[in-house]
């Protein structure tokens, strides 16, 4: 079974430039999260999906940021204009039955410098 | 902000040596789970524990549960250079939607 794919896996952006990920969660998982995770630090959440709709966005910098899953299945994240601190790993993550034995499946990340 | 504080933030060993990392917090856990993340990967998923002094082995792997549920501890025995990585441990908030990451510790087994 294919596991949680994510591209591209490294990018490289001047700051203020756009830059969009994308993911496709493993079939038939409902449920999607995008995480960042900085240079010696845990994932952090941005935001989570239920289908299609994001049940829990509040870790979202909505000023540049911005999600979206159609049809609940993949999801691009965006990032617009980008910032050196967005530097980062941006996991995407999916998982299918309902917490709290659900287990998350992460992707291996795209890793993103702002020069 | 990182609610769960891992130690040692890192530790670089010889292979054959045990270690333990340690996952503490001031709250208590409904669940903790210990991830492990290797260089360019994401991270995956090791074990749940979600019973005060709960005791799970995998391999050469032991997790302990704090008896209050709010640490917890990963022991790994005679280490190999392929347990190389980032140990995260992780709990889930109250809902159990959420979860929350520690900042790691990062190991490295030198053969």
């Known amino acids: 079974e294919a596991g949680v794919v994510q591209s591209p896996r490294y990018k490289i952006i001047e700051k203020k430039q756009p830059v969009a990920f994308w993911c496709n969660p493993i079939s038939g998982h409902n449920t999607l999260y995008w995480y960042r995770q900085n240079l010696g630090q845990g994932p952090e959440l941005l935001i989570r999906?239920?289908?299609?709709?994001?049940?829990?966005d509040s870790q979202l910098p909505k000023d540049r940021f911005s999600a979206e899953r159609l049809k609940g299945v993949d999801s691009t994240l965006k990032i617009q204009p980008a910032e050196l601190g967005d530097s980062a790993v941006y996991l995407c993550?999916?998982?299918?039955?309902?917490?709290?034995?659900?287990?998350?499946?992460f992707g291996e990340g795209s890793w993103l410098t702002v020069v | 902000t990182q609610l769960l504080e891992q130690s040692p933030q890192f530790l670089s060993i010889q292979e054959g040596e045990n270690l333990t990392v340690y996952c503490n917090s001031s709250?208590?856990?409904?669940?903790l789970q210990w991830y492990r993340q290797e260089p360019g990967e994401g991270p995956v998923l090791l074990v749940t524990v979600v019973t005060g002094g709960e005791v799970k082995k995998l391999k050469r792997l032991t997790f302990q549960f704090g008896d209050a549920r709010k640490d917890s501890s990963l022991h790994i025995t005679a280490a190999q250079t392929g347990d190389t990585g980032l140990y995260l441990c992780?709990?889930?908030?109250?809902?159990?939607?959420?979860?929350?990451f520690g900042a790691g510790t990062r190991l490295f087994v030198k053969a």
């Open positions: 992780a709990r889930r908030d109250t809902g159990g939607f959420k979860t929350i």
């Open positions: 993550a999916s998982s299918d039955t309902a917490p709290p034995r659900n287990t998350i499946y």
């Open positions: 999906y239920e289908n299609e709709e994001a049940v829990d």
């Open positions: 709250s208590v856990f409904s669940s």
